[in-house]
């Protein structure tokens, strides 16, 4: 299976060509966040250099959020345009089950961590079992003095992985002591081999058209809707005029 993998959902942007189990060709950079400019000319370029056409394709692994809103939108609509287009199979993994995928000790507990500002982080648990990552605690957006309340590591190892996991040493390290590792910078960072390999044992979402991004929180749109409707039911934000 000839498969594209790619993850936006942050500051990096990650890129993957696989044929089976086989890397054919990835790119992941750091160095700016200009997503939407550079996604599509770094899947062209892969693409050429291992003498692929799109129509080659069997099927795209996106990694769907959370994460910047921004990110995870352009990745999840260049999967979506994708998959529809070349008539392919998509594939949606959350982002921080993504990062969860650079750990494999059996039997430890994976920790990803997106700093989401004013101690609100996106978080979920992950045990390695198999060598792949099963979630424990659902991925979610939420305080983070709260968020290491729920967590009962029973004195596993914990990694603690993501760029923004130094941000809260202090916390974990009196929470689980030396039980807490913090991996270096390669781990740190999603890999879009890894996404795709994974995203392989998965089974294809049944409607592209309904595929949406993993926000685990309210826009700012939705968000303000709320505050300025009190107490309403919604199930669109779309409103009709007459």
């Known amino acids: ?21 086989q890397i054919l060709a990835t790119e992941t950079t750091t160095v ?5 400019e550079y996604l599509l000319p770094i899947i062209d370029e892969l693409m050429t250099k291992v003498d692929l056409t799109p129509s080659d394709l069997q099927r795209v ?30 594939v949606g993994v959350s982002s921080l089950q993504t990062l969860a995928l650079n750990i494999k000790q059996e039997g430890s507990l994976v920790m990803p961590i997106f700093d989401a500002r004013n101690n609100n982080v996106f978080s979920g648990l992950y045990e390695i079992k198999n060598g792949v990552p099963e979630n424990v605690l659902e991925d979610c ?31 974990l390290k009196n929470k689980f002591g030396d039980k807490v590792i913090f ?18 044992t998965l089974s294809p979402v049944e409607d592209i058209h ?33």
């Not at 700016?32 to 939407?36: G, M």
């Open 32 to 36: 700016h966040q200009k997503h939407a």
């Open 141 to 171: 957006h939420t305080d983070f003095d709260k968020w290491l309340d729920r967590i009962d590591s029973k004195d596993k190892t914990v990694y603690a992985v993501g760029t923004d996991a130094p941000h809260f040493e202090d916390a």
């Open 1 to 21: 299976m000839k498969v594209l993998s790619l993850d936006t959902s942050n500051r990096q942007l990650t890129v993957a060509i696989l044929d089976d189990d």
């Open 210 to 242: 309904a595929f949406v991004p993993r926000y685990l929180r309210l826009t700012k749109a939705e968000a303000d809707w709320k505050q300025n409707h009190p107490g309403e039911e919604v199930t669109s934000y779309v409103e009709k005029v007459n």
């Open 61 to 90: 692994v996106v990694a769907d959020g959370p994460g910047s809103y921004t990110g995870i939108r352009i990745a999840t609509a260049t999967a979506k345009t994708l998959a529809y287009t070349l008539g392919i199979e998509l």
């Open 183 to 200: 991996t270096d910078s390669f781990d740190n960072l999603p890999q879009a081999a890894r996404l795709g390999l994974y995203g392989q």
